[in-house]
């Protein structure tokens, strides 16, 4: 996993990969809010949600070649606040793909996502 530190709060920072997401035209699948559903529960967990966004035209191509990379799809990236307080934002990079499932003839789709999030995760901590 890649993790950058953010020096925005959860929530700022959500809402800024939010916003960087609507304006890429990323169609965002789900926000999942680990910390709010502990707290449903009456449990506490430090702040943290997920990202999980995506474009279906590239992770079509991927799944067609082998379908087995549809547990990775669509993409994640995960924003919590760790025990010294701080905000981290994480990802995992999709070139790791390329070995555990065998993309090879998709492989430059999966460089185009390794990219895209690294500039994603920049933008939202610059």
């Known amino acids: 996993m890649l993790i950058k530190h953010s020096p925005y709060s959860v929530t700022e920072t959500a809402d800024r990969l939010q916003k960087i997401l609507n304006s890429k ?3 965002i699948f789900a926000i999942v809010d680990h910390s709010g559903g ?3 529960v009456h449990m506490e967990l430090r702040e943290e949600k997920v990202f999980i966004f995506g474009d279906p035209k590239i992770g079509t191509f ?3 070649e082998n379908p087995l ?3 990775e799809l669509p993409l994640k990236i995960l924003i919590w606040q760790d025990g010294q307080n701080l905000t981290q934002v994480g990802y995992t990079n ?6 555990e499932y065998g993309i090879m ?9 390794s990219d895209g999030l690294a500039q ?4 939202v901590i610059e």
């Open 38 to 40: 502990a707290h449903k």
């Open 120 to 123: 994603i995760v920049s933008e």
């Open 94 to 99: 999709p070139l790791s793909f390329i070995d």
């Open 69 to 71: 990379i549809g547990i």
């Open 105 to 113: 003839k998709n492989a430059q789709f999966l460089l185009k996502m």
């Open 25 to 27: 035209g990323m169609h």
């Open 62 to 64: 991927l799944m067609q």
